[in-house]
């Protein structure tokens, strides 16, 4: 069965550098979503992407982030001067169609150490 | 906003038995859908079940069925038979109808000891 995966599974990172995580959706998929969860707290949403377009972003989404998808198989989440508040767990996801109607599938996420 | 409450940290149950997972929401929209997912040790998270707010028929899922109950804002999970392979987080969430992102509760750790 097709599924999402992640790379690197733990990254560590000085504050104030920058990060990429990875993520391959799986490969019909035409929705593509980053989720983070602090260690000890809810998964929060980060944004969604489509069309090569974020089609919806949360509080937390600032300008510290961006997405891309840099081909037809990966979708990035960078992460420019990290703080150390960004420690987490990241998740990516993807769907087939967007919207409540569909399922969103989760990779294995990547934790992020900011130290 | 929308919030997601499970009051509910760590649950145990024994192998056969039937647990119930407790989930609150809230929310002034009138359509919405609700989820479970579940995230088993070092695993990705899965859909366990969802049920769209329109619908009064509670959803089920082989041995998952819901309680829904929209005017208590409330979406309970009930497990029957419950398996080894059932330990797991497991995550209530909500989305609006028209968005995209999903809102998670905190999660419900299911220990199912033999």
């Known amino acids: 069965e097709p599924e999402v995966t992640q790379t690197p599974s733990h990254q560590v990172t000085q504050m104030g550098q920058e990060v990429i995580l990875r993520c391959v959706p799986i490969s019909n998929h035409l929705y593509f979503y980053w989720y983070r969860q602090i260690l000890g707290q809810k998964v929060e949403f980060l944004v969604s992407f489509y069309n090569n377009e974020i089609s919806e972003k949360s509080e937390i989404f600032d300008d510290q982030f961006s997405v891309e998808r840099p081909d037809g198989s990966n979708f990035t989440l960078k992460i420019r001067s990290t703080k150390l508040e960004d420690s987490a767990m990241y998740f990516c996801?993807?769907?087939?169609?967007?919207?409540?109607?569909?399922?969103?599938?989760f990779g294995p996420g990547t934790r992020l150490t900011v130290l | 906003a929308q919030t997601v409450t499970q009051s509910q940290p760590e649950m145990s149950v024994q192998e056969a038995e039937t647990v119930t997972l407790s989930c609150t929401y809230d929310t002034s929209e009138n359509n919405y859908y609700l989820f479970w997912y579940k995230q088993p040790p070092s695993r990705q998270m899965i859909l366990v079940i969802r049920?769209?707010?329109?619908?009064?028929q509670n959803a089920t899922e082989n041995r998952f069925s819901v309680n829904f109950q929209k005017a208590a804002k409330s979406f309970s999970l009930k497990i029957s038979d419950s398996q080894l392979g059932d330990t797991a987080m497991y995550f209530c969430?909500?989305?609006?109808?028209?968005?995209?992102?999903?809102?998670f509760g905190k999660g419900t750790s299911l220990l199912v000891t033999p």
């Open positions: 996801a993807s769907s087939e169609e967007g919207g409540s109607a569909d399922t969103q599938y």
């Open positions: 969430a909500f989305m609006m109808l028209s968005g995209y992102a999903l809102n």
């Open positions: 049920q769209e707010a329109y619908k009064q």
